[in-house]
């Protein structure tokens, strides 16, 4: 398998993001999001296959994987990851690429493509387009339970024994094969006295006061310019019922939609079938 260079890219007010990058300087770039609580090893095997036709790099998201987390008194907002994708696409040069995300990344790509649509050349989404939204049913109650909750949110950070016991965690949690959880989970863990210990920032599990509404977010996806592709696991991911993802899908104006047998993950599960479907 093609081994990855590591790439800091330093953005304004201090925050420095990290980046995994495959494939040969000079081919057009892919620029690829991973999803909440992941990190660029979401691409270990996806991107080695690109590399065909990309350069590909697998951008890490304030707070996750190697990238710097914010100050103390922060939060993590999901607008606040636009701005910081593209200020990181100044920072590497990139005038006009391709935009890959996946779950929270796709989320993310959706709106980049929307903000500055003379950079994104094509948008491939991956498990999600446009951020969860708020149709108003739970908005008071989300707001409340987001300011009562712990600033630490009652936890201590969990220890590991080692490696393997991490990656039993993080399957018990995602449903995910161990083979396939290992390269987001070496990834994501540091060594400590103790053991191991996840490298993001704890802050990142926090419940947010706010989303946008579902009537915002389908006003800002339909400024989506690019051609636009989207792949949605079979049988469907809960939290991205078919209804809600077609709805959105109709506001944009160039954008396939294909259905893959599989889960949340489909970029590890099926990585030739979904480079094939990148290609195509």
């Known amino acids: 398998m093609t081994a990855p260079t590591e790439q800091r890219i330093a953005l304004p007010h201090?925050?420095?993001?990290?980046?995994?990058?495959?494939?040969?300087?000079?081919?057009?770039?892919?620029?690829?999001?991973?999803?909440?609580?992941?990190n660029a090893g979401s691409y270990a095997f996806l991107a080695p296959i690109l590399v065909r036709r990309w350069r590909v790099i697998a951008l890490e998201l304030p707070g996750h994987g190697h990238?710097?987390?914010?100050?103390?008194?922060?939060?993590y907002h999901f607008l606040d990851y636009v701005g910081a994708v593209l200020a990181a696409a100044d920072a590497l040069g990139l005038e006009r690429y391709t935009l890959?995300?996946?779950?929270?990344?796709?989320?993310?790509?959706s709106l980049v493509a929307a903000a500055a649509p003379q950079r994104v050349e094509r948008l491939c989404l991956i498990e999600?387009?446009?951020?969860?939204?708020?149709?108003?049913?739970?908005?008071?109650?989300?707001?409340?339970?987001?300011?009562?909750?712990?600033?630490?949110?009652?936890?201590?950070?969990?220890?590991?024994?080692?490696?393997?016991?991490?990656?039993?965690?993080?399957?018990?949690?995602?449903?995910?094969?161990?083979?396939?959880?290992?390269?987001?989970?070496?990834?994501?863990?540091i060594e400590t006295e103790n053991g191991w210990r996840w490298r993001s920032d704890s802050r990142l599990t926090r419940p947010s006061p706010a989303r946008l509404a579902e009537d915002q977010v389908r006003a800002l996806i339909a400024g989506i310019d690019a051609p636009t592709t989207l792949l949605l696991a079979n049988p469907m991911t809960p939290y991205l019922p078919?209804?809600?993802?077609?709805?959105?899908?109709?506001k944009v104006r160039q954008i396939a939609v294909t259905h893959m047998d599989g889960g949340h993950h489909l970029h590890l599960e099926h990585p030739e079938a979904v480079a094939a479907w990148l290609v195509s």
Do not use: C
């Open 14 to 38: 201090h925050l420095s993001l990290t980046a995994q990058v495959w494939g040969e300087p000079d081919a057009p770039p892919l620029l690829a999001l991973h999803g909440w609580l992941d």
């Open 67 to 75: 990238s710097g987390h914010l100050p103390a008194g922060a939060g």
């Open 100 to 109: 890959l995300g996946h779950s929270l990344g796709a989320g993310i790509a």
């Open 128 to 189: 999600g387009l446009g951020p969860l939204g708020d149709d108003g049913t739970h908005t008071l109650q989300r707001f409340r339970d987001a300011f009562a909750a712990p600033t630490t949110n009652g936890k201590s950070m969990r220890i590991f024994r080692n490696i393997d016991q991490a990656i039993s965690a993080r399957t018990l949690a995602s449903g995910l094969r161990a083979d396939l959880a290992r390269p987001i989970v070496e990834r994501g863990l």
């Open 242 to 250: 078919t209804p809600l993802m077609q709805a959105r899908a109709n």
